[in-house]
Antibody, heavy 121, light 107 residues
Framework: QVQLQESGPGLVKPSGTLSLTCAVSGGSVSSDNWWNWVRQPPGKGLEWIGEIYHDGTTNYNPSLKFRVTISVDKSKSQFSLNLNSVTAADTAVYYC??????????????WGQGTLVTVSS | DIQMTQSPSTLSASVGDRVTITCRAS??????LAWYQQKPGKAPNLLIY???SLESGVPSRFSGTGSGTEFTLTISSLQPDDFATYYCQQYDSSPWTFGQGTKVEIK
């Protein structure tokens, strides 16, 4: 059973950088899967941030493209999210998720529990 | 970006009811449409992909139809565990986008 666990600071100052890591267990980040970040502001809907493949290929949401970087560390079986120049609008629960294989290829099928990141001074 | 619009935003129903949620895309997405269920404080759970294919382990009371720009999620007989928020998501073209959600409440 694949498990994902987000970690990182729960509070980030405005104009700072939000950095989160997703540890993957029960599976391999080198498998034929895309690894996603999705966020959800409190009480609101879901927003896809971006994804990475184990070879380093990335796709980002253009609304965040100039602020976001997703990377993968195969040796540590984890992938990471960096979002710079944050504002209060970036306050959200951040989820990491595995993109599925087979018929649901690319769709998030396994998710982390989510971690709330608040942007505030 | 492709805009996804769900209706209704909130739905009040009773156990045993047949429930239908609609999702409309701003342009054709063929059948590249997924449905998720989310409960408070939990991550979303994939229910249906490619508009009508049931994800493994999802009860058969859930079904999806549609193609192009109009899609529906139907719960044939609402169970207590089904009270939650449901989201559609298109994966025809990046960025993948979600509907705003439909909250299914107890009547």
């Amino acid at each position: 059973q694949v498990q994902l666990q987000e970690s990182g600071p729960g509070l980030v100052k405005p104009s700072g950088t939000l950095s989160l890591t997703c540890a993957v267990s029960g599976g391999s980040v080198s498998s034929d899967n895309w690894w996603n970040w999705v966020r959800q502001p409190p009480g609101k809907g879901l927003e896809w941030i971006g994804e990475i493949y184990h070879d380093g290929t990335t796709n980002y949401n253009p609304s965040l493209k100039f602020r976001v970087t997703i990377s993968v560390d195969k040796s540590k079986s984890q992938f990471s999210l960096n979002l710079n120049s944050v504002t209060a609008a970036d306050t959200a629960v951040y989820y990491c998720a595995r993109g599925g294989s087979g018929g649901s290829y690319g769709l998030p099928d396994y998710w982390g529990q989510g971690t709330l990141v608040t942007v505030s001074s | 970006d492709i805009q996804m619009t769900q209706s209704p935003s909130t739905l009040s129903a009773s156990v045993g009811d047949r429930v239908t949620i609609t999702c409309r895309a701003s342009q054709s997405i063929s059948s590249w449409l997924a449905w998720y269920q989310q409960k408070p404080g939990k991550a979303p759970n994939l229910l249906i992909y490619k508009a009508s294919s049931l994800e493994s382990g999802v009860p058969s009371r859930f079904s999806g139809t549609g193609s192009g720009t109009e899609f529906t999620l139907t719960i044939s007989s609402l169970q207590p565990d089904d009270f939650a928020t449901y989201y559609c998501q298109q994966y025809d073209s990046s960025p993948w986008t979600f509907g705003q959600g439909t909250k299914v409440e107890i009547k």
